[in-house]
């Protein structure tokens, strides 16, 4: 019989559970047990471990109530759960597949047991026949006992074709839920992308497309990150106004008639810039990721100006 479980999936269906509600760990192995309507049931020695490691992990955290700790979700959890939407709709075919082999398996042991009552019936029959004993009450316990087997079996079989029904709703709205949350991610990126750029438009109207760079990329990165859920760690967000930017940038600026050439001083200028900063202030590795990121952010927004 394959595990209910692969190797890593239970930790996925733990912060699942836990996007649904607040949960203690006793409750997390009653509602798994519910979930495989009786056919499964998890130990406390599989969940608090992993729960714990969760924790460790920034994914899910814990207040104490009652004497118990009620673990709850991140939003960190939330980012990779959104992140595994396509995990998750597998983990749950997975589940399917294992109520069903987990049936199947009960099916398996109550038809053995049902073979082994009548063999012994039999058996039992020809005895009595050779000893000329009344059988009547005899028969009729083991036959009572067949048929409880009988119904036992019916029951189980009904459960879990129960839930193998429910596994499949939840799949299919979870892949529903995955194509709607893809959608909406699309649509609000063109919409961002449209704002921006004619924040940049209104800068190069009036003849100031320096800033409107500046602000451009500011504003697409805060936009993108608010999207994406994120929240800055280290620092403050910063906002460049007319008023907080380089000298270089918010001085009034003379075109010449070689733009190229212009715009190459001005790269030289904003290298200088940086490259003094990092003198002074040295540069951690943080620092090097996030401005890495803001570089890379720039030079798709000015790709995008320069290519129109």
Same mark, same amino acid.
């Given at each position: 019989?394959?595990?209910?479980?692969?190797?890593?999936?239970?930790?996925?269906?733990?912060?699942?559970?836990?996007?649904?509600?607040?949960?203690?760990?006793?409750?997390?192995?009653?509602?798994?047990?519910?979930?495989?309507?009786?056919?499964?049931?998890?130990?406390?020695?599989?969940?608090?471990?992993?729960?714990?490691?969760?924790?460790?992990?920034?994914?899910?955290?814990?207040?104490?109530?009652?004497?118990?700790?009620?673990?709850?979700?991140?939003?960190?959890?939330?980012?990779?759960?959104?992140?595994?939407?396509?995990?998750?709709?597998?983990?749950?075919?997975?589940?399917?597949?294992?109520?069903?082999?987990?049936?199947?398996?009960?099916?398996?042991?109550?038809?053995?047991?049902?073979?082994?009552?009548?063999?012994?019936?039999?058996?039992?029959?020809?005895?009595?026949?050779?000893?000329?004993?009344? !059988?009547?009450?005899?028969?009729?316990?083991?036959? +009572? #006992?067949?048929? =409880?087997? %009988? *119904?036992?079996?019916? $029951? &189980?079989? @009904?459960?879990?074709?129960?839930?193998?029904?429910?596994?499949?709703?939840?799949?299919?709205?979870?892949?529903?839920? !995955?194509?709607?949350?893809?959608?909406?991610?699309? +649509? #609000?990126?063109? =919409?961002? %992308? *449209?704002?921006?750029? $004619? &924040?940049? @438009?209104?800068?190069?109207?009036?003849?100031?497309?320096?800033?409107?760079?500046?602000?451009?990329?500011?504003?697409? !990165?805060?936009?993108?990150?608010?999207?994406?859920?994120?929240?800055?760690?280290?620092?403050?967000?910063?906002?460049? $106004?007319?008023?907080?930017?380089?000298?270089?940038?918010?001085?009034?600026?003379?075109?010449?008639?070689?733009?190229?050439?212009?715009?190459?001083?001005?790269?030289?200028?904003?290298?200088?810039?940086?490259?003094?900063?990092?003198?002074?202030?040295?540069?951690?590795?943080?620092?090097?990721?996030?401005?890495?990121?803001?570089?890379?952010?720039?030079?798709?927004?000015?790709?995008?100006?320069?290519?129109?």
């Amino acid at each position: 019989m394959p595990p209910v479980f692969a190797h890593g999936r239970l930790r996925l269906y733990l912060l699942k559970l836990l996007d649904e509600a607040p949960r203690h760990g006793y409750e997390i192995i009653r509602l798994l047990e519910e979930r495989f309507q009786g056919l499964y049931a998890p130990s406390a020695g599989t969940v608090y471990p992993r729960l714990a490691k969760l924790e460790a992990e920034g994914l899910v955290t814990h207040t104490t109530e009652g004497g118990r700790k009620v673990y709850a979700i991140t939003d960190a959890g939330r980012a990779e759960l959104g992140g595994r939407a396509a995990e998750l709709t597998a983990l749950e075919r997975e589940i399917q597949e294992s109520v069903t082999a987990l049936a199947a398996d009960i099916q398996e042991d109550v038809r053995g047991a049902a073979g082994a009552l009548r063999r012994e019936l039999r058996e039992a029959a020809g005895r009595l026949r050779s000893d000329g004993t009344d !059988a009547g009450d005899h028969f009729a316990g083991m036959k +009572e #006992e067949l048929r =409880r087997a %009988k *119904e036992e079996w019916k $029951e &189980q079989a @009904r459960r879990a074709k129960e839930e193998s029904r429910r596994a499949h709703q939840e799949a299919q709205q979870a892949r529903r839920q !995955a194509r709607q949350a893809q959608e909406h991610t699309r +649509e #609000e990126v063109l =919409r961002i %992308k *449209e704002r921006v750029q $004619e &924040q940049v @438009r209104e800068h190069a109207r009036r003849g100031d497309w320096p800033t409107g760079l500046v602000e451009g990329v500011t504003a697409l !990165a805060k936009e993108l990150g608010t999207l994406a859920g994120g929240r800055p760690e280290a620092g403050p967000t910063v906002h460049v $106004e007319r008023a907080d930017a380089p000298e270089w940038v918010s001085m009034d600026y003379t075109h010449s008639a070689d733009p190229a050439r212009d715009l190459d001083r001005l790269l030289d200028r904003f290298r200088d810039e940086i490259r003094d900063a990092a003198r002074d202030h040295g540069v951690t590795p943080d620092q090097l990721t996030e401005c890495r990121d803001h570089l890379a952010e720039a030079a798709v927004r000015m790709g995008s100006v320069l290519r129109k």
